[in-house]
């Protein structure tokens, strides 16, 4: 074999390394951007979703607190709006996670039911409190708001519980 023979197998083997190099980088980024799609269309909204719906819940109680204090009507009734509308807000946020296809599996449709669930567990109640704070009923209501104070950490650490989902969920997409 002569010299300008095996230099020119030599470019030809450079060049289809090279060409094969550059093939597989192609197809590693095209990987790499499909799972950062997954994790930028489902996993981060998400995650955006479920934190403004916490916020929502944790905005709604202060008021409630409120309408107990309060003694006059105008007050109470101030309050009683500003948690309805927060309640809202969480609601809305929820069924938005439902309707935007933001469920991944059955797991995490169990959290999103779970919370709907005790959201509207806690709506009961913050109604109940505000009625016997109407009537006038200071002490059953705070006795009230004592008595539930498990029950309404429990949406609180389900909503937690329910983001802590979603965060690990990211890693095994890009996995």
Known sequence: MTIAKRLGLLATLLISGLLMIGLAGLWAMSTIHMQLEKVNTDILPSLDTLSETAVAFHRARPPLLMHVLESTPEDKAKYAARFKERIKEAETNLNHYQEQGLV????????????????????????????????????????????????????????????????QLAPQLSG
């Open 104 to 167: 991944n599996d059955q797991e995490d449709q169990g959290h999103l039911d779970k919370e709907k669930a005790l959201l509207q567990t806690y709506v009961k109640f913050g109604e109940q409190v505000m009625a016997l704070s109407d009537q006038g009923k200071t002490a059953e209501a705070i006795a009230l708001i004592e008595q539930e104070t498990t029950r309404i950490d429990e949406l609180a650490t389900q909503f937690k519980q329910h983001l802590a989902f979603n965060h």
